[in-house]
């Protein structure tokens, strides 16, 4: 199974966005999605493959978080 996660671009070089994941700094492929610095994005397989509003973000993120409370 694979999952797209949310992060927060930091950083652009080129293509390729430096993207935070609540600290866990990624690079991955901006090619596909328009982005800039400051972006919540939505990343599957190390590419950017939307932009999304921090309301939608933050919600994906509780919802990781509550799941990896269950373990």
């Known amino acids: 199974m694979c999952v797209a996660i949310?992060?927060?671009?930091?950083?652009?070089e080129g293509t390729e966005?430096?993207?935070d994941?609540?600290?866990?700094?990624?690079k991955a492929q901006a090619g596909l999605v328009n982005v800039k610095i400051g972006d919540?994005?939505?990343?599957?397989?190390g590419c950017i493959i939307q932009t999304m509003d921090e309301?939608?973000?933050?919600?994906?993120e509780e919802l990781f978080k509550e799941i990896e409370d269950l373990n």
């Open 6 to 12: 949310p992060g927060k671009v930091i950083g652009l």
């Open 17 to 19: 966005a430096s993207v």
């Open 21 to 26: 994941f609540s600290g866990n700094i990624v």
């Open 40 to 45: 919540r994005v939505l990343v599957h397989a």
């Open 55 to 60: 309301d939608m973000a933050n919600e994906i």
